[in-house]
T-cell receptor, first 113, second 114 residues
Framework: GNSVTQMEGPVTLSEEAFLTINCTYT??????LFWYVQYPGEGLQLLLK?????DKGSNKGFEATYRKETTSFHLEKGSVQVSDSAVYFC????????????FGKGTKLTVNP | SQTIHQWPATLVQPVGSPLSLECTVE??????LYWYRQAAGRGLQLLFY??????ISSEVPQNLSASRPQDRQFILSSKKLLLSDSGFYLC?????????????FGNGTRLTVT
């Protein structure tokens, strides 16, 4: 079945450091890929998405490229801020009539000033 | 604009008591609706999803049930809570437009079963 594996956290960085959170997936067909962010005490928000191979999703300085050859969708940001501290979830969509997302376990990011 | 409301925000219930969590969506019609549970260290697990009134699909066998009495209302219930039901419950909706449609989440309910 479909699954998502993302790097174990927690990740602690200093402000302005470079961020990479790895995500790999297993899926049949051609899933869409997503990154969601969960700020403390809140629900999840869509951060970015990519719907086909080689697509790059980007938002708020974050980027991720859909790599079919390596089945990966790594999240990157060149210079993190304290306000980026949150839990990040990689997810893929299953095919079919409804948009059932399969999520990774989440990676907690803490950015220190 | 569309909004999703989920309540209560926190809940502490004894083992064996019933549960009812409610979720409503505004500003859209015939959304797909979802209940997820987020347990520590286990990510998000899809519990139920619904593509229409009275149409509920269960993803995993468990002590919970879901109902959709109105188009934009989704209720998560249990007759008798177990300790293992503790967790963070998230309601979500999406436009039924295919696999590219993102989910929009509520702010969640933190349930502690004691």
């Amino acid at each position: 079945g479909n699954s998502v594996t993302q790097m174990e956290g927690p990740v602690t960085l200093s402000e302005e450091a470079f961020l990479t959170i790895n995500c790999t997936y297993t899926a049949t067909g051609y899933p869409s890929l997503f990154w969601y962010v969960q700020y403390p005490g809140e629900g999840l928000q869509l951060l970015l998405k990519a719907t086909k191979a080689d697509d790059k999703g980007s938002n708020k300085g974050f980027e991720a490229t859909y790599r079919k050859e390596t089945t990966s969708f790594h999240l990157e940001k060149g210079s993190v801020q304290v306000s980026d501290s949150a839990v990040y979830f990689c997810a893929l969509s299953s095919q079919g009539g409804s948009e059932k997302l399969v999520f990774g376990k989440g990676t907690k990011l803490t950015v220190n000033p | 604009s569309q909004t999703i409301h989920q309540w209560p925000a926190t809940l502490v219930q004894p083992v064996g008591s019933p549960l009812s969590l409610e979720c409503t969506v505004e500003g859209t019609s015939n959304p797909n609706l979802y209940w997820y549970r987020q347990a520590a260290g286990r990510g998000l697990q899809l519990l139920f999803y619904s593509i229409g009134i009275g149409q509920i699909s269960s993803e995993v066998p468990q002590n919970l049930s879901a109902s959709r009495p109105q188009d934009r209302q989704f209720i998560l219930s249990s007759k008798k809570l177990l300790l293992s039901d503790s967790g963070f419950y998230l309601c979500a909706w999406s436009v039924p437009a295919g696999r590219n449609s993102p989910l929009h989440f509520g702010n969640g309910t933190r349930l502690t079963v004691t």
